[in-house]
């Protein structure tokens, strides 16, 4: 059997060299701690002196990394990223690349102390805990939520083919109809919108279709492109934060109006 887990301990660079070649190529889970120095350009610009920090590059071909304070990281760079390796010198250079956006970050390794790779598997899906009716609530009461400029113009409207979460118009004034899923959008749900779109536009209407939702399977997202749908990438935690602070708001509502009546 295969290990499933690499580690070295203050490997040389030539050593670090090899194994995070074999370990890019294999899309495994890297850990890297050492000194290292950091240049950005893309976007925007920065640079980041000598310091010792952590580098993770996960599966997806995404990278973070962390400065011993502070949870978020210093530099990132999302799924997908390119990466290519060069020893030069007294350093190793881990280059990590966006074509679309024309993204680069440089990072130079002084020094390594551990360098460690493992092949994760988790398939569970991140379940907040927060009802698709606080979903929907949260929603009505900040339709920035959706997308920025929304205006809801109907919840919950009833059509031949079921009945469709929102309308409204974007900031564009386009008229626009809303599926929300709660949970990852798969393909049955990509054809529960699809059919609220055609009811409409058989009706002669202009109309854009969005599907909002925490998630969306790969054949899911194909599908709702191919039926000119879009996703949204709804984030459950907003929501639980815009509901909840509703919650506190009506409570203090209510007490306060408790507070002003007459004593009869």
């Not at 400065?67 to 250079?93: C, H, M």
């Not at 059919?195 to 854009?208: I, P």
């Not at 997202?221 to 639980?240: H, M, Q």
Request: aromatic letters at 8%; glycine letters at 4%; charged letters at 30%.
């Amino acid at each position: 059997m295969k290990e499933r887990s690499v580690y070295k301990l203050q490997p040389t660079l030539e050593e670090a060299y090899n194994l995070l070649e074999e370990d890019l190529s294999k899309k495994r889970f890297i850990i890297v701690v050492g000194l290292c120095r950091v240049e950005y350009a893309g976007r925007a610009s920065s640079k980041l002196d000598w310091g010792e920090r952590v580098l993770l590059i996960k599966q997806d071909g995404s990278l973070l990394l962390h400065r011993p304070k502070g949870f978020e990281a210093v530099n990132w760079q999302p799924p997908g990223s390119i990466f290519t390796l060069k020893q030069e010198d007294e350093y190793l250079l881990i280059k990590s690349y966006r074509k679309e956006y024309r993204e680069t970050l440089n990072i130079a390794f002084k020094e390594i102390m551990l360098l460690a790779s493992i092949k994760l598997e988790d398939e569970a899906e991140f379940e907040m805990h927060l009802s698709e009716d606080e979903m929907y609530e949260s929603i009505t009461l900040n339709p920035d939520l959706l997308e920025p400029g929304f205006r809801i113009l109907s919840q919950q409207r009833r059509l031949d083919a079921g009945v469709v979460d929102f309308t409204g118009y974007d900031s564009l004034g386009r008229y626009t109809i809303i599926e929300v899923k709660r949970k990852t959008v798969d393909v049955k749900a990509v054809k529960q919108a699809y059919k609220y779109l055609t009811e409409f536009r058989s009706k002669g209407a202009s109309v854009r279709g969005i599907i909002a939702a925490p998630a969306i399977t790969t054949e899911a997202s194909r599908l709702a492109a191919s039926l000119e749908l879009e996703f949204k990438k709804v984030d459950l935690s907003r929501c639980r934060i815009a509901y909840k602070r509703h919650m506190k708001n009506s409570l203090l509502g209510a007490a306060d109006e408790s507070n002003h009546k007459p004593n009869l």
